[in-house]
């Protein structure tokens, strides 16, 4: 079935550190990808997205690229600032007659940054 | 000029009561979820209505009531309310189109006592 499995739990990098969140998809259909982020005290918001294959996403010095032949779309960043701690969720939409579709999430990744 | 608005944000109740969560998006958007976030932070939809008809409900228990008055509102109501269902509430909105994101309201924390 769809799924979307990525990095689990907590990720400790201090400040100027590089990141990789993994996010590896499962899914029969050819969908865009996306990744949320969730600040304290917020609803989730798109993060950055991808349309299709070779596509890479970007946004506010992240980067993900969608990789077709590997179902993965990893988050990165060369270097992490305290602000960017939050919750990252990547995700895709599983389409549906209509628009019946959903977005289907990965478990999320607790980004916290030390300063 | 908020986009997908719900209130209350916080939610304080005793087991058994029946409450109200109440959600508007001033987006245009013509389908709207309840999403459900649980102390682990992971995310499960419960309802999707498309222009007020109920298109995904994810056999959540029927104490659960999501309700439409218009495209632009989407209410969830909650009968004799139990200890597991203190989580956050997300409302979210999307345009139509496969890859349309969502667009999610800030959330109402429901603690029940």
């Known amino acids: 079935g769809d799924s979307v499995v990525q990095t689990e739990g907590q990720v400790l990098p201090s400040e100027g550190d590089s990141l990789i969140v993994n996010c590896s998809y499962e899914t029969t259909q050819y969908p865009s990808l996306f990744w949320y982020v969730q600040y304290p005290g917020e609803g989730p918001q798109l993060h950055l997205k991808a349309m299709k294959a070779n596509d890479k996403g970007r946004n506010k010095g992240f980067e993900a690229m969608y990789r077709k032949e590997t179902t993965s779309f990893h988050l990165e960043k060369d270097s992490v600032q305290e602000s960017d701690s939050a919750v990252y969720f990547c995700?895709?939409?599983?389409?549906?007659?209509?628009?019946?579709?959903?977005?289907?999430f990965g478990q999320g990744t607790t980004l916290q940054v030390k300063p | 000029d908020t986009a997908v608005s719900q209130t209350p944000k916080y939610l304080v109740t005793q087991m058994g009561n029946d409450k109200s969560i109440k959600c508007e998006q001033n987006l245009g958007h013509d389908t709207m979820y309840w999403y459900k976030q649980d102390s682990k932070k992971f995310l499960k939809i419960m309802f999707s209505?498309?222009?007020?008809?109920?298109?995904i409900n994810e056999t959540v228990p029927n104490r659960f009531s999501p309700k439409s008055p218009d495209k632009a509102h989407l209410n969830l109501h909650i009968n004799s309310l139990e200890l597991g269902d203190s989580a956050v509430y997300f409302c979210?909105?999307?345009?139509?189109?496969?890859?349309?994101?969502?667009?999610f309201g800030n959330g109402t924390r429901l603690t029940v006592t």
């Open positions: 995700a895709f939409p599983r389409g549906g007659s209509g628009n019946t579709g959903k977005l289907i």
């Open positions: 209505y498309n222009n007020k008809e109920l298109i």
């Open positions: 979210a909105s999307r345009d139509r189109g496969y890859n349309s994101p969502l667009h």
